[in-house]
């Protein structure tokens, strides 16, 4: 059973702080990873997507890939009141199928 | 404006009445997906598609049906609702490429009694 991992939260950082969320998954041959924001009601749209060991930056938002160790993470610097949502972290096992695997979400509340 | 569609966004209904959530997509993509989304289980895929004709099972596709006819169109299909069916149900689609980014459509709600 492939699974994907993250602490549901809710995790509180101030305003102006970096967040950093963590996902973990399970099945080594997976080659694809997402990072999805859903506010509360809303659909999830794509925030960063990473492919390849080490980091991926744009703009106040930096992924981190160690597949050696199975973990993706996000960080959010200078997070914002606007950043407060569920963060999504995604594997797609296979980069050309479309079988995706999502972990439960991390609540992001950034306090003003 | 590039979207997903789907109807209805809300829907009440009872056991074993066959109901249709539609779902189409005007971006010509080749990849269409069904989610359903319960508190503390996340996002767990239904079914995906590939391309007109060709549908496979996700991780959680008992109890459901779909059909891919149309390259714009992905119906989900309960064919007998039961109450552990009630969630939030999302249609995505992205084109073809390493990790194409999904688009979701708005959501279905549904409450089967």
């Known amino acids: 059973q492939k699974e994907v991992e993250q602490n549901s939260g809710p995790l509180s950082v101030p305003e102006g702080a970096i967040a950093s969320l963590n996902c973990t998954y399970s099945?080594?041959?997976?080659?694809?990873f997402f990072w999805y924001r859903q506010y509360s009601g809303k659909s999830p749209e794509l925030i960063m997507s990473i492919y390849s060991n080490g980091d991926k930056e744009d703009g106040r938002f930096t992924a981190q890939l160690n597949k050696a160790s199975q973990y993706v993470s996000l960080l959010i610097r200078d997070s914002q009141p606007s950043d407060s949502a569920t963060y999504l972290c995604?594997?797609?096992?296979?980069?050309?199928?479309?079988?995706?695997?999502f972990g439960p979400g991390t609540r992001l509340s950034v306090l003003p | 404006e590039a979207q997903v569609t789907q109807n209805p966004r809300y829907l009440i209904t009872v056991t074993g009445k066959k109901l249709t959530v539609t779902c189409s997509q005007n971006?010509?993509?080749?990849?269409m997906s069904w989610y359903r989304q319960d508190p503390g289980l996340g996002l767990r895929q239904i079914y995906y598609?590939?391309?007109?004709?060709?549908?496979d099972k996700g991780d959680v596709p008992e109890g459901y049906k779909v059909s891919r006819k149309e390259k714009r169109n992905f119906p989900l299909i309960l064919e007998s609702p039961s109450p552990n069916q009630t969630s939030l149900y999302f249609c995505?689609?992205?084109?073809?490429?390493?990790?194409?980014?999904?688009?979701f459509g708005p959501g279905t709600r549904l409450t089967v009694l």
């Open positions: 995505a689609s992205s084109g073809s490429g390493t990790g194409a980014e999904q688009f």
């Open positions: 099945d080594r041959v997976s080659q694809s």
């Open positions: 971006m010509n993509h080749e990849y």
């Open positions: 995604a594997s797609q096992p296979d980069n050309y199928g479309q079988n995706f695997v």
């Open positions: 598609s590939m391309n007109v004709e060709v549908t």
